[in-house]
């Protein structure tokens, strides 16, 4: 099962890791660079700074299956991060997308947005495909009918561990939503339209949903040219 490896990781302060001319940048990107150029990395590699809490850098890696990336990570990966104690303060959290996600096509656009809609771990596979079923009315409904919406992938994650944002101690997993814009203001006056308040509440109406959260990342991408043939 094809996934995307995700989470964010929180900068040091005064850092700019997006600059490569910088020594932090240098790090991030070497190992990014380093990772691609493995015969077993990931396809490819996404990262870019999150708008709303600018800390935070959101990195995202392609993989044929989470057992491939544990494997990569164990035996090449770590190799490549020896010195992000020096750029980064803490992981956030490591999880996986699945693969109705694959690939995300919505991390090429110049910004994308990151929805995250929590549901307890133990949640049915009844209500799972109910909230499946409304996510994909909510793009029907509301994203198709956005000319600036650039791609839109959704599914779930592979964990059901995730921590619950502001619910100490409560674990979940986790529905996303992934929608590339064109920039921010486009998905801002999206918000303003029929299309969206009449829609909204397909998402904000899911059946035990415990919470959601949603950033922005505008995205840098490196490819694994020794993988592209596969």
Not at 5 to 30: N, Q, R, Y
Not at 42 to 53: A, I, K, L, N, Q
Not at 63 to 87: L, Q, R
Not at 165 to 176: D, F, I, N, Q, R
């Given at each position: 099962?094809?996934?995307?490896?995700?989470?964010?990781?929180?900068?040091?302060?005064?850092l700019?890791?997006?600059?490569e001319?910088?020594?932090?940048?240098?790090i991030?990107?070497?190992?990014?660079?380093?990772?691609?150029?493995?015969?077993?990395?990931?396809?490819?590699?996404y990262?870019?700074?999150e708008v709303e809490?600018?800390?935070?850098?959101?990195?995202?890696?392609?993989?044929?299956?989470v057992?491939?990336?544990k494997?990569f990570a164990?035996?090449h990966?770590i190799?490549?991060?020896?010195?992000f104690?020096?750029?980064f303060?803490?992981s956030v959290?490591?999880?996986?997308?699945?693969?109705?996600?694959?690939?995300?096509t919505?991390?090429?656009?110049?910004?994308?947005?990151?929805?995250?809609?929590?549901?307890?771990?133990?949640?049915s596979?009844?209500?799972?495909?109910?909230a499946?079923e409304?996510?994909?009315?909510f793009?029907?409904?509301?994203?198709?009918?956005?000319?600036?919406?650039?791609?839109?992938?959704f599914?779930?994650a592979?964990?059901?561990?995730?921590?619950?944002?502001?619910?100490?101690?409560?674990?979940?997993t986790a529905?996303?939503?992934?929608?590339?814009w064109?920039?921010?203001?486009?998905?801002?006056r999206?918000?303003?339209?029929d299309?969206?308040?009449?829609s909204?509440?397909?998402?904000?109406?899911?059946e035990?949903?415990?919470?959601?959260?949603?950033?922005?990342?505008?995205c840098?991408?490196?490819?694994?040219?020794?993988?592209?043939?596969?």
């Amino acid at each position: 099962m094809a996934v995307t490896e995700f989470g964010p990781m929180v900068v040091k302060p005064g850092l700019d890791v997006m600059d490569e001319s910088t020594p932090e940048g240098k790090i991030v990107h070497s190992a990014w660079k380093g990772v691609t150029s493995e015969k077993t990395g990931p396809f490819r590699v996404y990262w870019g700074m999150e708008v709303e809490s600018p800390e935070n850098l959101w990195s995202f890696f392609d993989f044929e299956s989470v057992e491939e990336h544990k494997k990569f990570a164990k035996e090449h990966g770590i190799h490549h991060v020896k010195d992000f104690d020096k750029v980064f303060e803490r992981s956030v959290f490591q999880k996986h997308l699945g693969d109705e996600t694959f690939p995300p096509t919505a991390f090429k656009s110049p910004v994308t947005e990151i929805m995250l809609a929590y549901f307890p771990s133990g949640i049915s596979s009844e209500a799972k495909a109910a909230a499946t079923e409304r996510i994909a009315q909510f793009k029907e409904n509301g994203l198709n009918k956005c000319a600036d919406v650039q791609a839109a992938n959704f599914g779930w994650a592979v964990e059901h561990d995730f921590a619950v944002p502001g619910e100490e101690g409560k674990t979940a997993t986790a529905l996303s939503l992934l929608i590339g814009w064109p920039s921010i203001d486009a998905h801002m006056r999206f918000r303003e339209t029929d299309a969206f308040k009449e829609s909204i509440g397909l998402i904000r109406g899911m059946e035990g949903l415990l919470r959601v959260t949603m950033c922005h990342v505008k995205c840098k991408t490196i490819e694994n040219e020794k993988r592209k043939a596969e």
